[in-house]
Structures are given as C-alpha cells and as structure tokens.
C-alpha cells in the first residue's frame, strides 16, 4: 500500500514532505520527527492532537464511546472476566488459559507482602497525611529495595517488578488506610482472592475473624478492572517519560502516583463525591450546574467531562449497572447522593452548555458513591485508582522498554528576554 503523505507549506520554505502512519485502528498520524532540520518545531500545550508513541495495549474511540483492551470491549470484560485476568491480558497481550492464570495468580500471591522494613517508612508521616501522600512515599521507596534484580533490559527483570507491583500494592495501599486510621496493618491472605484480600486487609483487625462480604469484592474487582488502563492519559504519560530515562520502574510508578492524584485526573472520584455531598439535596442541583457553566466561577462538575471521550465513558455505563446493582444489593437504593448524582446527569445532559461541550459522565462519576457503599473512606479513592491503574502503568513501561526507544524531550516555544549583559 502506497504511503501516504502530508505536505507542510511554508511562506519562503519548498513544501516539506511528512509522511502519514496508520495504525489497526483510529485517526492515521503525521509523523513530524524530523520537522526540528527544517528548522521548526510543532506546538501543542496539553497535547490536544499529539500521539507520543505506538501502542498495542488499549484503543479508545472518544466519538463513539469504545475502550478496548487488547481488543476486547471493556463491557465484555466487565461482564465476563476478572481485575487479574484483565491483568494478564493488558501485561502479556492475549488472555490466559486456564491453567496460564491459575499459574499467573499463584505468582502474584507469593508476592504479596511487603517487605518488613517498608513498614517503618508509614512511621514517618504524620496520621493525618493523605493516603495518597504515603502512597507516592512509599511506592517510590520499593525502588530502594528491588534495586538489585533491576535489569531492565532483562524481560524476566521486568515481568518480576510487574508481578511484584501488581501484588503488592494493594498490601500498601491498605497499609496507608490503616495507618491514617491507628489501627495494626493486616497481612494479606493468600487463600482469599485479590478484591477479597484487599478488603480483609482493609477491614480486618486482630481482635476478631472479618468475613469479607461476596457482593462487595465482585464490586471491588469490577472497580479495579475499570480503572486498570487507559491508553495515554496523564500519569500513564509520566510514567513512559520517567521510564524513557531508563528510571527504576517503582520510581516511574511513583511519578504516575503523583500525577493520578491532581482533581483533573484520578482525584476526581473523590473531589464528585465532596461534591455531591456539598450539592446535599436534589433541589440544589441547577444551582451548581448554573455554576459549571459559569466562566466567572472556578467550579466545575467533578466526573464529567472528558479530553477523549465526547460522549458517555463506556466505563461509567458499566459503572452506573454497578452502582445500581451493589445499592440494590446492599438495600441502600435510596441511597440520597445517588438520587442526587442522578439528578445531576439528568439535568446536566439536557442542558445546551453540556450538549455543545460533548460532556458526559465519566468514570470517576459513579465510582465515588460505589466505593462510599463498599465502606471505602473518601481519602482512599484515588489511591483505589491508584491501585487499579499500577498495572496499566506498567505494561505501558514494559511496551516502552521492551522495543527500542529514546528519552522524551519536547521543546518550547521560548517567551523570555532575549540574550542580555550583566549589568556593569
Ligand atoms: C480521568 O485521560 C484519561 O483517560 C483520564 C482518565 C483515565 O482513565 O486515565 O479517564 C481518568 O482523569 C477522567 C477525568 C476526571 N476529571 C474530572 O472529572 C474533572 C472535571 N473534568 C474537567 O476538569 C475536564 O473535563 C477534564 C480535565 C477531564 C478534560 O479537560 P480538557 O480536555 O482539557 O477540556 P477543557 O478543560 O479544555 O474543557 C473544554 C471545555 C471548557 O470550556 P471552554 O473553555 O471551551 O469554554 O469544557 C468545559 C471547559 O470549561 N468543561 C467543563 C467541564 N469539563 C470541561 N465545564 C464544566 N464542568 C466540567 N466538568
């Protein structure tokens, strides 16, 4: 197939040549790596219409409402699979057999305790720190004990840190919780599975037996397989631009904690749920959508809006059945937030401001009143994301690292004072 081409015309420059690359799926893209000899570069603050790499891992169509990984529709993964299958997939590429992922969750179960000095690092903050604080804190410090085994151009090296990852960080991300609340740490238990473990490890104390309820971890895994990839976005961005520097991966992971945590990303789950709470009553809900729109007011409606999606989040579809089913099952459907978020997608949907914008619900809309059902403390949302998201972070690393590649450094636009003496 013959190669198809863009031609770049500038005044008083012969037109420059690029060429035009197709991928499987999705928009075809201009390749612009050698625009910086004909001496310009291309500017685009936010990446609004730039692709940073090739990837295989999961392919969004924001249009049409379409996440997939690895070629699967996230729906059909939500019904039919599992956070540690999809775990599988997203690391390897295809999913398990059975035996593949009874091997594979016997793997992550040797791995996850963490290592008893991890520990003395909580001592350090103080107990009011936010979880996701303790939780950049903490994953960064993973790097101090695996330093060693650290050949990342050794494919096993990289499957280890993946495995280790994948297993330990919901034992801290419960850690950070029970250290926030005074309460004893809680070993995992390799007989309960990974949404179960997390939620004993949560919940459990040593003073008596904690049964972990069925409905609440099918919840809590489908939770975590929403939130495990989704292809380029912030953190999984600074997770390849930190590993491009041939960074340890737990310090990478750090950095994608970091940046998850900002409200216009991964803090959003817990910034809708503050705000529902603020709204309080469904009367009150125009009044905060008049403020949405207000240019003037700094407001905006966590959980909607999208940089991809323009139109609804397949993950929220899902999340909405959830939500639906886990407040039914929990007796809770007049649950008064969700009557309120309810109300709040029905008036913003029908409004002009939110239909021209193309802004619907996103996944961290439905999430926070999932999670607030499941007894997760609001503080622990992102670090939920977090957990869910470590594995979509890494086999971004591990694509990365696995092909040739070359340290990210975009250049700029320079505004600043030209060339000028020190003063005499
Ligand atoms: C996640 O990238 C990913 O894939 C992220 C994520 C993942 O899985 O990794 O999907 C997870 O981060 C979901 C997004 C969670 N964030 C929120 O819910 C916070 C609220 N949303 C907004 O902050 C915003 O929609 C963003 C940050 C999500 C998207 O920002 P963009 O793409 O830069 O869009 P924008 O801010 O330029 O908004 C476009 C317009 C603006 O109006 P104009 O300046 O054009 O007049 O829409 C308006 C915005 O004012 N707008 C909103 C709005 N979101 C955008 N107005 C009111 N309420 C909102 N929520």
Redesign the pocket.
């Known amino acids: 197939m013959t190669e198809k081409k863009a031609y770049l015309n500038i005044e008083g420059h012969d037109p420059i040549e690029l060429p035009i690359l197709s991928g499987t799926l999705g928009a075809d893209v201009i390749d612009i790596s050698n625009l910086g000899s004909h001496g310009y570069f291309t500017f685009d603050p936010?990446y609004?219409s730039t692709g940073a790499c090739k990837s295989s891992i999961t392919y969004?169509d924001g249009e049409k409402g379409i996440l997939l990984h690895r070629g699967y529709p996230i729906e059909q993964l939500a019904e039919k699979s599992d956070f540690l299958e999809v775990c599988y997939l997203l690391f390897y590429g295809e999913l398990p057999t059975a035996e593949e992922k009874s091997e594979f969750i016997k793997t992550i179960g040797t791995h996850t305790m963490a290592h008893e000095q991890l520990s003395f690092f909580f001592r350090g903050f103080r107990r009011d720190a936010h979880p996701m604080s303790i939780m950049c804190g903490v994953v960064g410090a993973l790097s101090a004990f695996y330093h060693d085994a650290m050949d990342i151009t050794d494919a096993r090296h990289r499957e280890i840190t993946a495995n280790r990852l994948v297993a330990k960080i919901p034992t801290l991300a419960a850690m950070s919780y029970k250290y926030s609340i005074g309460q004893p740490f809680v070993y995992p238990r390799n007989d309960l599975d990974y949404a179960s473990n997390f939620l004993h490890m949560m919940f459990a104390t040593p003073c008596e037996e904690y049964k972990v309820s069925p409905v609440l971890a099918k919840a809590m895994d489908r939770i975590f397989m929403l939130?495990a990839?989704?292809?380029?976005?912030?953190?999984?961005s600074t997770v390849r631009l930190a590993g491009s520097s041939q960074a340890n991966p737990f310090a990478c992971i750090a950095a994608g904690i970091a940046t998850?945590w900002g409200?216009?990303?991964?803090?959003?789950?817990e910034?809708?749920l503050q705000m529902l709470m603020e709204i309080g009553d469904e009367s009150r809900v125009d009044e905060y959508v008049e403020r949405?729109?207000d240019?003037n007011d700094p407001?905006?409606?966590?959980?909607?809006?999208?940089?991809?999606?323009k139109n609804y989040?397949p993950?929220a579809v899902v999340m909405q059945k959830t939500c639906d089913e886990v407040l039914a099952e929990l007796g809770i459907n007049d649950e008064p937030l969700f009557r309120i978020a309810r109300k709040l997608e029905k008036v913003?949907l029908e409004d002009p401001?939110?239909i021209e914008?193309k802004?619907y619900p996103?996944?961290?809309?439905y999430s926070g009143i999932i999670l607030r059902a499941i007894g997760i403390p609001t503080s622990m949302f992102t670090v939920i994301?977090a957990l869910a998201?470590t594995i979509?972070w890494i086999s971004h690393w591990n694509e990365m690292v696995s092909e040739p590649y070359r340290i990210g450094r975009p250049r700029q636009l320079y505004t600043g004072h030209p060339q000028r003496d020190y003063p005499e």
């Open positions: 936010g609004t969004i939130h990839d989704h292809e380029q976005n912030a953190s999984t998850l409200p216009a990303h991964g803090g959003a789950n910034a809708c949405a729109k240019k407001f905006r409606l966590m959980g909607f809006g999208h940089r991809v999606y989040d993950r913003a401001y939110f914008k802004l996103n996944v961290d809309f994301f998201r979509g």
